[in-house]
């Protein structure tokens, strides 16, 4: 694996896949990388990942941006 990872790249398809997890809550799963999870909480994308809950809540500008990311990055053209 490269040193060199652009860890923007990774959060943003991990924000557009938690998009895609919703389930109309606005609840996802968070089963993804911890430090992703946690650089999302930081710029206000996410509730807080530590603890029990299974799930985090996208905020209102997090759901925004995740719908925005999941058409760049996953919709077929």
């Known amino acids: 694996m490269s040193d060199d990872i652009d860890t923007g790249r990774i959060d943003a398809a991990v924000l557009a896949l938690l998009w895609y997890n919703l389930r109309g809550t606005g609840m996802a799963w968070k089963g993804f990388d911890w430090d992703a999870m946690e ?5 206000g994308f996410i509730t807080n990942p530590v603890g029990k809950a299974r799930s985090v809540e996208l905020t209102a500008e ?3 941006e995740a719908g925005r990311l999941f058409d760049e990055l996953f919709a077929r053209r």
Do not use: D, N
């Open 39 to 43: 650089r999302l909480h930081q710029r």
């Open 62 to 64: 997090g759901r925004e």
